[in-house]
Every structure is written in structure tokens, then in C-alpha cells.
């Protein structure tokens, strides 16, 4: 059935070494214990990749070890996934290596990021790396690294899964789940990037797969979420074109958020869909920012920009930060007594002193 469909895929797979599968296929076949990694904060794309390998490698080679270990604190938003149950989470990843002789890193190609730590200076074992970032990669013995996928976790579809005979339907909602993530439920798919479509529809058909479930299990939030949501919602402000820097809005968590006794990740989970949802959406009020408490004297600032909005990665410059053009984030750092409105205030300023260089 797979290879029937296959004729549909007009663009063909962009893969650099079309032996892949094969040198992968060996690394794997002479080890015993093999490690399954990502990178720090998991998002769907990392969370569908892990688990996308882990199924192949206990499906096809039985009698390995298999390990999906991930740096960092349990969370529960991967319990819909009934296959993230085999994720241990420990406080870093590279602590774990020597009990392995193959580790496979997935979604992330610089040691850097796949711990809270100082990364090792090279791997003392065998490595492969599957990814889709465009920074320059660290040296693993075999990488399949394509900055035209919009996921890691189609990558590893083309890679492991697209010749196959059979596709499960677990796998393929996986799979999915990573490339609605990273897609941003397909908003962020363009020419360079449209072969998704083919591996999407791929999927759609081989395993019989609705979308619509997929992308509600991605962007569910529970209750408690939603209660940090409705704080965001009502403190939003609007602030109207002046002196050169177009209209925009701001929402704040406060402080007290910080000692309320909910998860860190919690708060920058909904921080990060309150922006994806709301900031850059009213009409006339094109780009916005969001400011959470770190800790008593540090606030992250996320920014977000629509096109036709400022470059607000030239802002971040300011704030010991970074990212894209229309989302970047940093940090700012404040006297311990200052609350989140002093804080955005402050915001504001580097706003008005950014003006010239972020609308250029
Ligand atoms: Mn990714």
C-alpha cells in the first residue's frame, strides 16, 4: 500500500545521504543498549521524534536495550500520548551515557542543548543525530540534518518509516503530533518548507489518521492553565501608535505567580500559546510582548510580531536575548521590590529606545 502512494509525493524527499537508513540500520544492529535523547523543555516535535525512533528500534531489532531519557523535571503534558510512559526524565542526559554504546539525538544538533549543564566536549560514544535547525551541527558518526523541514519529526518519517510496509496508526499520530507542533498546525508552511504537505497527507492516508484529534491533543491546556490564560486575557493593555513605534498590546503575569505553586513550565506553556493566540491578532495592534516573573529580580519578555510589525529580535538585542524576526524573547533584570507593571514600563523604555533599529 505504501509504495502505491508514494507516487503521489511529487517533490521528491530531499534527503543528503540516501543511505541513511542502511548506516543507521548497522549502528544499530552492533549495539546493545541504545539511548533515545532531545533537547531540554520538549516540545511535540522533540516529545513525536523520541518516541518515533524508540518504536522503530523495538520493532525492528528485537532484543536491544531501548532508552528514551530526556534532561529535566517530569510533566504531565505528555500524558495523552500513551507511548510517553517510557520517558525517563533525569537532571542530565549526559550523566547517563556510559551505561549505552549508541546514543540518537533527535530534534537539536548541538550538544549545548540537550542539558542544564556544561555539555561534553566530544561524545565517547557512538552517535547519531537527526535534525532539522540550520545552526551549525557538533560532530556526530552518522546525522541526517535537512533545515528544509518544518520538524525533526518528519525527518524521521522519511527516514525510518516512509518505505516501510506497514505503519501503525500510533506511529503516524506521533509523527503528526510533531509536525502539527512545529508547524504550527501548518500556519507556518511555505515554499521552502511545503514538502510537509506530502509527508502529512502520506500519513493521512496510510494509517487512516483525522487530523483534527491530533491537533487538539497538541494544543489542549487543562483547567489550571486556563485560569493562568485568564490572567493573561485580563491583564492585557493597549498601547497606540507613537513617536514612530507602531500600536501594540502587553500582558503581564504578577509576581505573586511566582510563589502561587505552579509549575514553572506551566507558566511559559501558556505564556507561549497566549502569545501564539492573541498577540499580533487584534486588528490594528500588530505585535505585542508578554512579561513573566523568573525569580524575584529576573522577567522573561516574549515578543511577538505579525507581518508588517517590527523586527523584534533587533529588540531582544537589548535583552540578553534572541530568536527570529517576529519572535524573540530575553530577560530583564529589576530591583527585587519592582512589580510586573513597573516591569513593563521598564519595557517600554527599551521599546522607545529600540524604535529606530527594530523598524528599519
Ligand atoms: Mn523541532
New binding site residues.
Partial sequence: MASGLRRHNKLPSKMQNPEFKQKFDVMVESAEKILVTTHEKP?P??IG?VLAVREYLVSNFSGKEVQVTISGAKTKAWDFLSMAKHIVWVEDVFAELEKFDLAIFL??SQLSRFTPNEPPEKLDIKSICI???SNEPDNFDLIFLDSTAV???ELVYEALFQDSEELSKEVAEIIMT?II??SGSFRFVGPRNVRVLSTARELVERAQLEIKPVVLNTIKIDRQQFELMQILVKNIYFVEAANGIPAFVYSYFPKEVLNSGVEMQLIKLTKNSFLFDYIGKVTGYDWGFVANPQSETVWGISFRSGPGGPNVKLLTNKLNGGGHIFAAGGEIEVDSGLGAEAVCEKVISVIREGVEIMTQ
Fill in positions: 516540545d516535535d522533540a521524534c530534534d537539536a535534525d532539522h535547525h520538524s525533526a519529526s510533531g507542533g512545529d
